[in-house]
């Protein structure tokens, strides 16, 4: 259809309508970083309804727009409510479903996902021939808005039974490489996590031991020695360590001691990896920590 649009209605040639076709997906970058600050409501069943009626109604505006700078704004504006709409969806998803089920609960959002896709393919070249390259916009997108409004109440349901985790969310959020991660990946990670009282003077990690958790501090501080040298700098709040053993399987290169009573949020190994390793960012970040530990034996397990 949009190939269709951009010839038949704008007049446009190949290159014209490859930019009328990316403009969606520029949208939808402005639309994700926009999804990414309105993920961290605590109530997402207007945010994935707004998304969606967006997404619809401007797909059915472009059927009046008969200019290239208004196609453009309108396209736009669908594939920002598309990522609006798929950002707090499955961050609303990952509120409501246990940690078993959600492989097959992400399965089959994709599954409907791509089926959406296939009947839109079929029905489009039928729509263009009874509606005409620009008015066969108006049924798809007023439908998916339509649809969007019913299903409203069923969103609504999901959000009553939302898990919020917003402390362990913003602790974790301080900590590389955990910044960069999207809000769906963030609150599982959160959703995990574990808080941990510590009296003062407990060793939470002994060098030479091997390790199985990540450790980010929320208050108190900690000493770090190695070879039974302490280390000049505390650990402190939104500080983490204990990622050395975890990314290298081998045993911690340090020993941390609460110096005060201290709580900390603790992250199992899976967890852990699986963000790690995940991310372009968090691989690079993984990396640039191997790099720095071979260069200097004295750098703490975190």
């Not at 040639?13 to 309105?38: E, K, P, R």
């Not at 969806?89 to 959002?109: H, I, S, Y």
């Not at 091997?210 to 650990?235: C, N």
Request: negative net charge; proline residues 5%.
């Amino acid at each position: 259809m949009g190939m269709s649009f951009a010839e038949s209605v704008l007049d446009l040639d190949a290159s014209g309508a490859g930019l009328v076709i990316g403009v969606v997906g520029i949208g939808a970058m402005v639309g994700g970083a926009l999804a990414g600050v309105l993920a961290v409501r605590p109530r997402l069943a207007p945010v994935v309804a707004a998304g969606a009626v967006l997404e619809g109604l401007a797909f059915a505006a472009v059927a009046v727009t008969h200019a290239l700078a208004p196609a453009l704004v309108v396209l736009a504006l669908c594939g920002a409510g598309g990522a609006v709409l798929l950002v707090s969806g499955r961050t609303l998803l990952q509120r409501t479903t246990e940690d078993g089920a959600l492989a097959r609960v992400f399965a089959v959002q994709e599954g409907v996902s791509l089926l959406g896709v296939a009947v839109g393919a079929a029905l489009a070249p039928i729509l263009v021939r009874q509606w005409g390259s620009a008015n066969a916009f108006i049924p798809l997108g007023v439908g998916a808005a339509l649809v969007a409004i019913a299903c409203a109440l069923i969103v609504r349901r999901l959000d009553d039974r939302a898990v919020l985790v917003p402390a362990q969310i913003e602790l974790i959020r301080q900590v590389a490489p955990f910044a960069a991660l999207p809000p769906y990946d963030l609150e599982r990670l959160a959703r995990n996590a574990d808080w941990l009282s510590v009296p003062a003077g407990t060793e939470v990690i002994r060098q030479g031991q091997p390790g199985a958790l990540f450790y980010i501090v929320d208050s108190g501080e900690f000493t770090v020695s190695v070879d039974s040298q302490v280390l000049p700098k505390r650990l402190a709040r939104g500080d983490g360590f204990g990622e050395l053993a975890l990314l290298r399987s081998e045993p911690r290169s340090a020993t941390v001691t609460a110096a005060t009573d201290a709580t900390l949020l603790t992250v199992g190994r899976e967890e852990f990896l699986a963000v790690v390793t995940g991310s372009v960012d968090g691989r690079a970040w993984a990396e640039e920590l191997s790099r720095r530990h071979a260069g200097h034996a004295g750098l703490p397990d975190g």
